[in-house]
C-alpha cells in the first residue's frame, strides 16, 4: 500500500512539475514583454533627450502629467473620441450573443460551420487588407457602392463615407463589429455548446417554445461569458487600436477619429516628444485598471460572479 501510495505521489508531483513547464514560456513572454517595459515609465518624469542616459537627465518632476490635462493641449478631444468609440464598441457587443444563438438555431450542422468560418474570417484579415477592400468598396466616386446606388436611383451623386466627420463614429464602429462579431459569437457558441442538454430535455417536457427555451436556458447560460467580454471591453475602454484610426483617419475626419493610441504614436514617434507620450501611456493605463476594478466589483454586487 505505501508503494502504490508513493507512486501517486510522484505522478502527482510529476504532474505538476509538467504543467509547471508548459506554463513556464508563457510567464517567460509575459515578464519580457509586459513587465520589463515598465521600467521605461521613469522616462517620464525627466526631461528625456535620445542618447543622454537617464541618470543624467534632469528631473521633470509631473510637469509632463500636468500638461496632459492642459486646455491647450489636444487631450480632452482625444478622450471625448476614444469613450465615444468605445461607448459604441460596448453598445455593440449585444450583437455578437445574438449572432451565436441564430448559427446555434441552425438545423443543418454543416451551414452552421459554414457562416461560422465566414463570419470569423474578418477577424483574421489585418487592417490593411479591411481598409483596401473598404477603400474599393465605398470611398472613391467609382466606387461599387456609389455605381450600384447610382444606377437604383438611391442617389443622385457619388458619396464618400470614409470623409463624412458627421457620421465617422459610427461607420467605425460598424467596420470594428464587422471584423471582430464573427470571432466573438464563435465564443459565445462555445459557452452555449457547453450547457448541460439536460435543461433543453426538461423545457422539452415542459412544452417550451424555441423562444422560450432561447430566453430561459440560452441566455442565461452564456451570460457569464458574455460579462466576461463586457468587463474586457470597459477596462480597454481608452484602448481602441491603433491600425484601424491610423488607416481610415484623413484630413476630413482625424478630428473625430484620432485616439489614444494614435496620438501618443503621433506624439512620442513623429514629434519626438517621448517624456509626454509616455505620461499619457501611464494615465491610460491607470484608468484602464480603475475601470476594471470598478466593473468587476460592480459585477461581484449585481451577479455574485467577477473575473478576479
Given at each position: 500500500?505505501?508503494?502504490?501510495?508513493?507512486?501517486?505521489?510522484?505522478?502527482?508531483?510529476?504532474?505538476?512539475?509538467?504543467?509547471?513547464?508548459?506554463?513556464?514560456?508563457?510567464?517567460?513572454s509575459v515578464t519580457i514583454f509586459n513587465y520589463i517595459p515598465i521600467f521605461g515609465w521613469s522616462y517620464a518624469f525627466v526631461e528625456y533627450i535620445p542618447g543622454v542616459p537617464l541618470a543624467e537627465s534632469a528631473f521633470a518632476g509631473l510637469r509632463y502629467f500636468a500638461r496632459v490635462f492642459a486646455v491647450t493641449s489636444n487631450f480632452?478631444?482625444?478622450?471625448?473620441?476614444?469613450?465615444?468609440?468605445?461607448?459604441?464598441?460596448?453598445?455593440?457587443?449585444?450583437?455578437?450573443?445574438?449572432?451565436a444563438i441564430m448559427i446555434s438555431q441552425i438545423l443543418f450542422r454543416?451551414?452552421?460551420?459554414?457562416?461560422?468560418?465566414?463570419?470569423s474570417i474578418p477577424n483574421f484579415i489585418s487592417w490593411v487588407l479591411v481598409y483596401s477592400v473598404i477603400f474599393f468598396m465605398v470611398a472613391s466616386e467609382a466606387s461599387a457602392i456609389n455605381q450600384v446606388f447610382m444606377r437604383l436611383g438611391i442617389i443622385s451623386q457619388p458619396i464618400s463615407i470614409l470623409t463624412n466627420v458627421r457620421f465617422a463614429w459610427l461607420i467605425q464602429a460598424c467596420i470594428s463589429l464587422w471584423k471582430n462579431a464573427g470571432y466573438q459569437a464563435i465564443i459565445c457558441l462555445a459557452a452555449i455548446s457547453g450547457i448541460?442538454?439536460?435543461?433543453?430535455q426538461a423545457a422539452d417536457v415542459d412544452g417550451a417554445m424555441s423562444f422560450q427555451k432561447i430566453l430561459h436556458v440560452t441566455i442565461p447560460g452564456i451570460s457569464s461569458t458574455y460579462f466576461v467580454l463586457l468587463l474586457l471591453a470597459i477596462s480597454n475602454m481608452l484602448t481602441n487600436g491603433f491600425e484601424q484610426f491610423w488607416l481610415f483617419g484623413n484630413g476630413l475626419t482625424w478630428s473625430a477619429l484620432e485616439v489614444f493610441d494614435t496620438y501618443v504614436y503621433r506624439m512620442g514617434i513623429m514629434n519626438m516628444e517621448f517624456s509626454f507620450a509616455i505620461a499619457m501611456?501611464?494615465?491610460?493605463?491607470?484608468?484602464?485598471?480603475?475601470?476594471?476594478?470598478?466593473?468587476?466589483?460592480?459585477?461581484?454586487?449585481?451577479?455574485?460572479e467577477s473575473i478576479f
Open positions: 500500500m505505501q508503494i502504490v501510495a508513493a507512486k501517486k505521489i510522484n505522478y502527482k508531483l510529476k504532474t505538476k512539475v509538467t504543467l509547471v513547464l508548459f506554463l513556464f514560456p508563457f510567464l517567460a480632452w478631444r482625444v478622450l471625448r473620441n476614444t469613450l465615444a468609440m468605445s461607448l459604441l464598441n460596448i453598445a455593440f457587443l449585444v450583437i455578437p450573443p445574438i449572432f454543416r451551414y452552421s460551420r459554414v457562416v461560422q468560418t465566414l463570419a448541460d442538454q439536460e435543461l433543453y501611456g501611464i494615465f491610460r493605463t491607470i484608468v484602464s485598471i480603475i475601470l476594471l476594478t470598478i466593473a468587476n466589483t460592480m459585477s461581484k454586487l449585481v451577479r455574485e
